[in-house]
């Protein structure tokens, strides 16, 4: 409990400027609010030594083996203990949730774990790391190793594996029928409070528990047939005809999926080169992302499939191989397709959903010349880009249009780039605007070279984010919508029409767009609709993280639910009651649909 508390501490200083600006007051009831896990979880760790002591003590185990393997059970939990909340708090500053299973749908890629937590500010964590694990054994050493048992009698054995069993109690919360979840632990308005609250060592082993499938209870609102009404009278659709933006029905197609394109670095500060392009294609302003990590984007991109709050379709490959695919319906129609990737393949189970996308070909770190890795993650841009313009030239002697997916690499963390900063300063938030400002360059000079090939007037780029992030501006994740507000950008030849939408979209519209445009099958695309420029239906887009979900029409027009307490975190701004009925069927269906596949 001593170390729960330490860690609950380490937890608020680690994240003290966003904490210093809330009540003193409202800040110590984390510590009273989260009594209840922390018990909890202390409970789990007792009672396997509780339910063995007596059997022990049955059979004459002498107390000075019984001491030593009590003195080695605790030390093995002081160290991983120490261990979760130290990792935690850095990771909150991105995830804004405390450390879930998460964490282990991305363990086949060590490499870039260990990249990402190079950049963690280390001279922080491992001390704290070290002095817990130290302060924690010693004290455990101190007061209670010397513990004698040899006052305990065979006639007390019952009685003991009794309280063992009683400890089933505190573990479950209390004698109620709901047993503990993560909301006996949410108090305040303020969700930073109400995550340190939380206990990071309870929370990770429930998901681990539940990792099987989801809970449907907890994304339950409404009988079946109401869930489809609200559905449908979200999707519904004007009657209007693809719009005649592109210059024929058989253009060749590039997306480009840019790396955490945040629409915070949009500017002609950070990416100069793409911020001037805007006024050269079709511009959304007010465009979302609908997950907040890149296996969740992927999937919106190519599979129209809503990133789903505790779970991710793409590292369960029974699940994804299921899906629609975009690349797929192309490839019927003639296409042939590459995708491009700059880092490992096997990240959250990357190649095997683009091989069930249909790509031809697909391209990761190791088909890159050694040179070109960065220190940490693979490719560098510069020479992903350089392998797209290299496969393009080689297969435009074919008459079969094409369509490339590039993901970029670069501007992930620790934002290793070969190139001198440009902007200044050595803070997390220069890192990463002048690894976008790398990306910038090197997407630039392709641009600038396709607009000499012949291939380019037959040609629609497309250029979207995987995701948004918390940089710049924010200190940790809130999960509004500046943090899942990304740019898109249609360019190439093939586009007619020069303009800026502001109608709101996401990444899910994507797909059937380029489905509907090209005659395909837009209807495989369950969860959303195509992108009609003329279309003058009030949209909203619907998005998801860890434990809620959102839907935003823009930054000052949303409104965030938390699946912990089953309650609206924020609203915002003026709109129809009914968005939250749609949100809330929106999310029913997809997680049946999830759970179903």
């Not at 490719?379 to 074919?398: K, P, Q, Y």
């Not at 619907?542 to 409104?559: I, K, L, P, R």
Request: glycine share 6%; aromatic share 14%.
């Amino acid at each position: 409990m001593l170390l729960f508390l330490a860690g609950r501490c380490f937890f608020l200083i680690y994240h003290i400027k966003p904490v210093a600006k809330l009540p003193v007051s409202e800040t110590l009831l984390a510590f009273i609010y989260g009594l209840t896990l922390d018990i909890s979880f202390a409970s789990y760790i007792t009672i396997l030594p509780a339910a063995l002591l007596p059997v022990l003590l049955l059979f004459n185990i002498s107390e000075k083996k019984i001491r030593s393997g009590l003195l080695i059970y605790s030390t093995v939990w002081i160290i991983l203990l120490a261990f979760i909340y130290t990792l935690d708090a850095e990771l909150f500053s991105f995830w804004g949730f405390r450390l879930d299973n998460t964490l282990f749908r991305y363990t086949g890629t060590t490499g870039e774990m260990i990249g990402s937590a190079m950049s963690s500010p280390l001279v922080i964590l491992l001390p704290f790391y070290f002095i817990a694990s130290y302060v924690g054994y010693k004290s455990y050493k101190k007061f209670l190793y010397p513990y004698t048992f040899s006052k305990l009698k065979i006639w007390m054995l019952p009685l003991m594996l009794l309280l063992a069993a009683a400890l089933v109690i505190p573990i479950r919360g209390g004698l109620q029928q709901i047993p503990n979840n993560e909301s006996v632990a949410y108090y305040s308005t303020n969700n930073l409070l109400n995550q340190a609250a939380l206990n990071p060592a309870w929370t990770l082993a429930r998901s681990v528990i539940e990792q099987n499938g989801p809970d449907l209870s907890r994304y339950h609102f409404f009988e079946s047939a109401e869930a489809e009404k609200q559905l449908a009278a979200m999707l519904r659709q004007q009657e209007l005809e693809a719009d005649t933006i592109l210059t024929n029905s058989r253009p060749n197609i590039i997306i480009i999926v840019w790396e955490s394109l945040t629409a915070k670095v949009l500017n002609d500060t950070v990416t100069p080169r793409l911020h001037a392009l805007l006024t050269e294609g079709i511009y959304f302003s007010n465009f979302y992302a609908s997950g907040d990590r890149s296996d969740k984007g992927l999937a919106a991109i190519l599979s129209a499939y809503p990133a789903q709050p505790d779970f991710s379709i793409m590292t369960e490959p029974g699940k994804s191989r299921k899906l629609p695919f975009i690349t797929q319906q192309l490839k019927a129609a003639g296409y042939q397709s590459t995708y491009l990737y700059g880092g490992e393949l096997e990240f959250a189970n990357m190649r095997s959903y683009m091989n069930y996308n249909g790509f031809d070909q697909v391209l990761g770190k190791s088909d890159f010349p050694k040179e070109t890795w960065g220190a940490k993650w693979g490719a560098h841009d510069e020479a992903t880009f350089a392998r797209l313009f290299s496969e393009i030239e080689t297969n435009t002697e074919t008459a079969a249009p094409f369509f490339y997916t590039l993901f970029t690499l670069s501007s992930h963390e620790p934002y290793d780039v070969p190139v001198k900063p440009v902007i200044t300063g050595s803070s997390k938030t220069a890192q990463f605007k002048n690894a976008h400002h790398y990306t910038d360059s090197c997407f630039f000079d392709f641009i600038q070279k396709a607009k000499k090939q012949t291939w380019w007037n037959n040609t629609w780029i497309i250029v979207v984010a995987d995701h948004g992030h918390v940089l710049p501006g924010s200190e940790y994740a809130t999960h509004n919508p500046s943090e899942f507000k990304i740019p898109m950008l249609w360019l190439g030849g093939a586009i007619k029409t020069h303009k800026t939408i502001t109608k709101t979209y996401s990444q899910i519209n994507l797909a059937p767009t380029i489905a509907s445009y090209l005659k395909l099958n837009p209807e495989a695309f369950t969860f959303s609709a195509p992108i009609y420029l003329q279309d003058t239906t009030k949209r909203m887009a619907w998005y998801s993280y860890n434990d809620g979900f959102a839907m935003v029409q823009n930054n000052d027009t949303y409104f965030k639910y938390n699946l912990n307490s089953q309650k609206l975190e924020t609203k915002k701004g003026l709109f129809d009651s009914k968005f939250l009925t749609q949100g809330q069927a929106f999310l029913q269906i997809l997680m049946e649909d999830f759970y179903n596949k």
